[in-house]
Nanobody
Framework: EVQFVESGGGLVQAGGSLRLSCAAS????????????IGWFRQAPGKEREGVSC????????YYADSAKGRFTISRDNAKNTVYLEMNSLEPEDTAVYYC????????????????????WGQGTQVTVSS
């Protein structure tokens, strides 16, 4: 069974940093017979879920939403079957529940910042940025 578990959220002051982790189980990143795309999404209270970034597990290519460019970095560690989201220069507007999700295409791009493209989801981790 494919599963994802997010961790690393917490309370941080504006300008601070956090690194979120998305640990995958039920498959291995090194299985290149299947292309996986892992995306990070977030949902703030009263707002729709929005895509933040995505990465192709096969070749490590990445894509970012405008809100994340220059501040967030997505990466993968195949040995740990984990995808990370390094978040710097955090702002109160970044406060949300952050989710990782997986798609079986292995592709990235603006289309892969839409949540309907993804089949598997983690439970989320709360990020709160205080001003």
């Amino acid at each position: 069974e494919v599963q994802f578990v997010e961790s690393g959220g917490g309370l941080v002051q504006a300008g601070g940093s956090l690194r979120l982790s998305c640990a995958a189980s039920g498959f291995t990143f090194d299985d290149y017979t299947i292309g996986w795309t892992i995306g990070w999404f977030r949902q703030a209270p009263g707002k729709e879920r929005e895509g933040v970034s995505c990465i192709s597990i096969r070749d490590g290519s990445t894509y970012y939403a405008d809100s994340a460019k220059g501040r967030f970095t997505i990466s993968r560690d195949n040995a740990k079957n984990t995808v990370y989201l390094e978040m710097n220069s955090l702002e109160p507007e970044d406060t949300a529940v952050y989710y990782c999700a997986a798609d079986l295409s292995g592709r990235i791009g603006s289309w892969y910042l839409f949540d309907f493209k993804y089949d598997y989801w983690g439970q989320g981790t709360q990020v709160t940025v205080s001003s």
